[in-house]
């Protein structure tokens, strides 16, 4: 299982006493080569240059996406990754099918299929009563994930600071790290009571902010919490972007997966945010459409533009059939998210009772796909050794926690669980889970 902590790249040095192979040195004919394999022990590389950036040495490999490994590898429910294994719609899967039939094949316009950007600005007026120029201000991406790093790459100086709420999603530490910039934690503390909501110190998110801020990236509702951030809760964060003039950043991939007549509100719905937000979304969740890679960027033309720029030498494009596919799916009707969200809502009331049973503390979520969990009463001293033990042991993945904090002890007695199942993969985790002693 890979482990959290960053470690810098070594510069490693062949040893002295390694035996030489000389029937090599002696076929080479470049001198170059002859001297470089002189001076190479077998197996090592030569001493001098290290070949890795330092930058990926302040991250590791994701651990969400290690832990779906870990599930294939001993056959165990994998409550983990936070992807559907359930069909997509069949609307849209036919709308893909036609595109591929009708030679959408080649790529599309960078910054996205004309019918995807008219839909997105469409639906971005329907939920969020916002104008959007769909010529000027959207960037489609392959998914929220590029989305998110063509960004920070397009805003993001070295020195500049992206302050960050955490428990975070994973990506956004190693994002902010490839973009130069330095990320600032403000914590997330999970509710006192249960049923509470997870919250944060208004002075806490106020010293954060200083001169060298670029942006605050914030994602509602929330992985790996399950938090919707409220209206006061944004008008306060919108309030320290207006005075120390900072970008916001916003994850809204979860948009309509919202439970207990939760709103969602978008920061750049608020006064004063129109021309300081990038609003990021994506296919991925809201159709169950994981493997398609489609997202966007929403922004100011000044910031599209630079986005574009990126998204163009980083990708091209995001695939073309998909995109048509796209237009079709946010062209479903109100119903269908209705529905979505209630469907989520069964899956949580699925899974919750199982994980209280089996001894964990739930945190209820108001939004999202997931559900935090203490472990204390399992008696583990962290959560990696728990979630080895679960998946290995029990036959259920989830994703330890120490991966969306900074520091892992932070996270040392939590673990998540996705919910976005079929309802006998649930019943079968709970089955294994029900073999769990504390
Ligand atoms: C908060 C958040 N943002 C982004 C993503 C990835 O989205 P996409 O598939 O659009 O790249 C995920 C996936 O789990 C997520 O939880």
New binding site residues.
């Given amino acids: 299982m890979a482990r959290r902590t960053s470690s810098k790249p070594k510069n490693r040095k062949a040893s002295a006493k390694a035996p030489r192979r000389p029937s090599q040195q002696q076929n080479l004919k470049s001198p170059p080569l002859a001297k470089h394999a002189k001076n190479r022990a077998p197996g090592l590389p030569a001493p001098g240059k290290h070949f890795l950036s330092d930058k990926v040495g302040h991250f590791t490999e994701s651990v969400i996406r290690e832990m779906t490994r870990q599930a294939m590898l001993h056959n165990a429910v994998n409550l983990a990754q936070?992807f559907p294994d359930f069909p997509a719609p069949a609307e849209i899967k036919q709308a893909a099918q036609q595109a591929v039939a009708a030679d959408v094949n080649q790529y599309a316009i960078t910054w996205g299929a004309k019918n995807l950007r008219n839909a997105i600005a469409r639906q971005m007026a329907v939920w969020q009563k916002i104008t959007v120029d769909p010529e000027k201000e959207i960037t489609v991406c392959c998914?929220?994930?590029e989305a998110m790093i063509s960004t920070l790459l397009a805003v993001c100086n070295t020195g500049d600071e992206v302050v960050i709420f955490e428990p975070f999603?994973e990506?956004y530490g190693p994002d902010s790290v490839l973009s130069g910039a330095k990320p600032k934690f403000v914590k997330l503390r999970p509710p006192a009571t249960d049923g509470g909501e997870w919250t944060f110190d208004p002075k806490e998110l106020r010293r954060a902010f200083d001169k060298h801020t670029k942006a605050i990236i914030l994602?509602t509702p929330n992985?790996p919490t399950g938090k919707v951030f409220t209206r006061s809760e944004l008008e306060l964060i919108r309030d320290l972007c207006v005075e120390f003039d900072v970008l916001a950043i916003t994850?809204e991939?979860y948009e309509h997966i919202l439970y207990e007549g939760t709103e969602h509100i978008s920061m750049v719905s608020l006064e004063g945010m129109r021309e300081r937000t990038v609003t990021i979304n994506?296919m991925?969740k809201t159709y169950s459409v994981?493997g398609w890679?489609v997202?966007w960027a929403v922004a100011p033309e000044k910031i599209t533009n630079a986005i574009r720029k990126v998204h163009d030498f980083l990708t091209v494009g995001a695939p073309a059939p998909l995109q048509e596919a796209g237009a079709a799916a946010l062209s479903l009707p109100p119903e269908y998210y209705a529905k979505l969200a209630e469907g989520y809502r069964v899956r949580r009331d699925h899974l919750m009772p199982s994980l209280t049973a089996a001894g964990f503390k739930c945190f209820r979520p108001r939004g999202a796909y997931y559900v935090m969990t203490d472990i204390s009463t399992f008696g583990f001293t962290d959560d990696i050794s728990f979630a080895k033990y679960l998946v290995q042991e029990i036959g259920v993945a989830c994703v330890p926690a120490s991966s969306f904090y900074r520091d892992p002890r932070d996270g040392a007695k939590q673990v998540r669980f996705a919910f976005c199942k079929k309802p006998e993969t649930l019943d079968e985790a709970a089955r294994r889970l029900a073999r769990l002693t504390h």
């Fill in positions: 936070g998914g929220s994930t999603y990506n994602n992985n994850d991939i994506g991925s994981t890679r997202g």
